[in-house]
């Protein structure tokens, strides 16, 4: 077993064979049972053990349960590909942080570090922090870069997945037009790369290892320094033709309001953003915030920035129910830095949703009522769903 059998297994053309719809469906998945993977791929059961024996000989897969193989909520029984057949690297060019995490292909999780940027910062100075976090994962890992199967790349814009360029960028000016294959291509040497915005990248971490779990249509409500979210229908994220589908932040709710940073004015991103809170608890302060201070000092009870985060709910609830009416979604799992707060924020956002939306809680039975979820990932999971990328091949290969 080595990395350009595996690579090999992984490519569409392998989806023809048993053998390469088995090792595919563990790489999206992560560890599974033969009983999941037969109900998975559609195989009969005799054939997923045949197969199974095979790749467990040739040392392909291995079972679960060693402290090599990870994988949330793994059943007892459970086969994944061996963590030594090669890793993926996930990247978050976030609007003030730049995320690197390197994990294996059983998903386990080996490396996860990040650096924290001013806003505006150029893609220059993004290369050169991802070659100083990628170095940093590397260190005193087993796994050299040798085993490198992908790069996925979550960026806090939006991005034409297939192009891997950037659209003229809502949340970061500085990166409008920006060709991701031109700026990453260099660092990874002919590894292919996958890219697609944060939003539509929680999502994959959503439905992979978080609370979507299960779900094949959902939306992820982002409310963080930007308003973001994702799309999900019949297990797909929904891209749009341009890559540009789930902006619920630029919803336009008044022509004649502020000006957003997209170019637009009156944006739900301009009321419902953290920003403006933020900077309002900086002049409170007298002092440098960071969003997560704000929710800390909400928990450990200050007034103000409780005040800040509940706010924060009813706008972001105003915008929740415009989905809602669009959407009439069976699950929105609300993902960002605020859902920190927990009920402080989940409790004014349910109640604001309840009273914009169309369909009323008390109309329906509840089997029909919208659930709202807050995400179990402590950011909004988007650099692990760039792992995801590589790992379920949602993205187009663009190199
Ligand atoms: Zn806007």
């Known amino acids: 077993m080595n990395k350009i059998e595996l690579k090999s297994l992984l490519t569409d053309g392998a989806l023809a064979t048993p053998t390469g719809r088995i090792v595919r469906t563990l790489s999206a998945r992560g560890a599974l049972s033969a009983t999941q993977i037969a109900r998975l791929t559609g195989l009969a059961k005799s054939t997923v053990s045949t197969v199974l024996t095979e790749l467990r000989r040739s040392d392909m897969v291995v079972e679960a349960g060693s402290e090599s193989a990870g994988g949330v909520g793994r059943p007892a029984t459970a086969l994944t590909l061996n963590p030594k057949a090669g890793t993926c690297i996930g990247i978050l060019i976030g609007q003030t942080e730049i995320q690197v995490i390197l994990a294996d292909v059983s998903h386990t999780v080996l490396s996860d570090r990040s650096a924290y940027l001013a806003p505006d910062y150029s893609p220059d100075t993004a290369i050169e922090y991802v070659r100083k976090l990628i170095a940093d994962a590397y260190q005193g890992q087993w796994q050299g870069r040798e085993g490198l199967l992908g790069v996925g790349i979550a960026v806090g814009g939006p991005v034409n997945p297939v192009t891997g360029k950037m659209l003229r960028a809502g949340g970061m000016p500085t990166w409008a037009g920006a060709d991701m294959r031109e700026l990453f291509g260099p660092i990874f040497d002919g590894v292919p790369i996958f890219c697609d915005n944060e939003s539509n990248c ?169 659930i709202l979820s807050p995400s179990r990932f402590s950011d909004n999971g988007a650099c692990m769903g760039a792992v995801g990328l590589v790992l379920r091949h949602h993205g187009r290969l663009l190199n």
């Open 202 to 370: 929680a999502a994959i971490a959503e439905m992979t290892w978080g609370a979507a779990q299960g779900h094949d249509d959902f939306i992820v409500y982002t409310l963080d320094l930007g308003v973001g979210g994702a799309i999900v229908s019949g297990g797909r994220v929904l891209r749009g033709i341009a890559g540009g589908a789930g902006e619920f932040g630029h919803v336009v709710l008044d022509p004649n309001g502020p000006p957003c940073r997209c170019g637009n004015r009156g944006c739900l991103d301009v009321y419902a953003s953290f920003r403006e809170p933020l900077a309002e608890s900086e002049r409170h302060f007298g002092r440098s915030m960071r969003l997560a201070d704000v929710v800390e000092l909400a928990l450990g009870g200050d007034a103000t920035c409780r005040a800040l985060i509940e706010r924060a709910g009813e706008a972001g609830g105003h915008g929740l129910g415009l989905i809602g009416s669009v959407f009439n979604p069976t699950l929105v799992v609300v993902s960002g830095r605020l859902v920190a707060a927990g009920d402080m924020l989940m409790r004014p956002l349910a109640e604001s949703f309840e009273r914009h939306t169309l369909v009323k809680h008390g109309d329906v039975p509840d089997t029909a009522r919208t």
